[in-house]
């Protein structure tokens, strides 16, 4: 067991900071930075609180930023979890609480890891920095990205970027994100003609109109994907019509999609072929896309072999590269960083009743963050 670490983590874990408010976790980790020589930054954008700290090396060399996100998904209903959401509780070795998983844990390993790094290394070759917002689980649109487009109007250089995002999947080490896929939305509505049942042929049914061109959407094979990548997925997730009534024929369907790709498709690509398909069928309709994300990858290089170097050091196991899973701040992040993964701990808990950590954990992680840190930035 990792005490300082496991501290933070229950320190950051009680702090009710279901997103986008941060209820002072990032003061929390600017506090226990300052000491180590690490200029502290608040930039607040809305309801979001983000941190941009850096601790100078002293030495020329690049530029490596830890990277996460204070902010946690709702708990759901209270009553279900075994511990309170909030109160960080240790049962049978497992750390509960909202963010034990994502982030937090995380969060606190990056801060010891920094603190054993400085202590040991006061002077090293480049710059050790932290990126943490509160608005990640959320609408995203005034944390990472405004940090990141403020750090490029200032002209800052960004080398490296760990997202401690939680990335192993049977084991503490197993999987590091390497890159991850895009994702773009459609809000679609076919418009009909409302009307009685009884009399179908004065009314237009937009859900049998739709059927067929869903029926063909849902068989199609975007692309095969590459060797970072996997095949693109389209994806339907609401599907709403009609008045409530069983004698209404609906005036309109609305239908909500997602698309998530790799960089085998473009965005314009997947609009264009989707479109062409409602046409074909001669549908009415009206289409508003929203592109969350662009994929992103960092290829095998120094940030991959470094990380990977002190996880078979630290864990005893290689991890595997992959671009699976959902979004994060890393596709804000790698338009400016010239390389970015994520790694953290197993996920199987996350946004999950009883979000849970094992204690046991806390120590490696800690430690491959360190030797990380070490390998990146060398001491002078």
Same mark, same amino acid.
């Given at each position: ?172 080490? @197993? ?48 692309? @095969? ?103 994060? @701040? ?51």
């Amino acid at each position: 067991m990792n005490a300082p670490t496991l501290a933070l983590a229950q320190e950051l874990i009680q702090r009710d900071s279901v997103t986008p408010r941060d209820s002072g976790c990032c003061e929390l980790i600017a506090n226990r930075l300052s000491p180590l020589g690490f200029s502290t930054e608040f930039l607040r954008f809305g309801e979001v609180t983000n941190l941009w700290a850096v601790r100078e090396g002293g030495v020329p060399g690049p530029t490596l930023v830890l990277a996460g996100h204070t902010d946690v998904v709702p708990p759901g209903p209270l009553d279900q979890w075994k511990h309170g959401p909030f109160s960080a509780s240790i049962d049978n070795d497992l750390l509960y609480g909202r963010g034990a998983s994502d982030m937090k844990s995380s969060l606190a390993a990056f801060v010891v890891a920094s603190e054993r790094f400085i202590s040991a290394s006061p002077s090293f070759s480049g710059r050790l920095a932290y990126l943490i917002t509160s608005d990640e689980e959320g609408p995203a649109i005034d944390g990472t990205v405004q940090v990141v487009r403020e750090l490029a109007h200032r002209g800052e250089l960004l080398d490296y970027c760990i997202v401690g995002e939680p990335t192993s999947v049977n084991s503490l080490g @197993d999987m590091i994100k390497n890159g991850r896929r895009g994702t773009l939305s459609g809000d679609l509505l076919i418009h009909g003609r409302q009307g009685h049942v009884a009399y179908p042929h004065l009314a237009i049914n937009p859900i049998h109109e739709f059927a067929p061109a869903l029926a063909e959407l849902a068989a199609i094979r975007w692309d @095969d994907g590459n060797q970072y990548f996997p095949p693109t997925t389209w994806q339907v997730s609401n599907l709403n019509a009609g008045t409530g009534a069983s004698n209404v024929v609906p005036g309109v369907l609305r239908a909500q999609f997602n698309f998530r790709f790799g960089s085998v498709s473009s965005p314009e690509d997947l609009r264009s072929r989707l479109e062409s398909v409602l046409s074909k069928y001669g549908l009415k309709f009206e289409l508003k896309w929203t592109l969350g994300g662009d994929p992103y990858l960092t290829a095998a290089g120094r940030l991959c072999d470094t990380v990977s170097q002190a996880i078979r050091q630290v864990i005893g196991i290689t991890p595997e590269l992959s671009t699976t899973g959902g979004t994060s @701040d890393g596709r804000f992040i790698a338009k400016h960083c010239r390389e970015v993964i994520e790694f953290g701990p197993p996920n199987a808990t996350i946004h999950q009743i009883n979000e849970r950590i094992a204690v046991k954990d806390l120590e490696p992680l800690t430690e491959v963050y360190h030797q990380a840190i070490r390998g990146l930035l060398q001491a002078a």
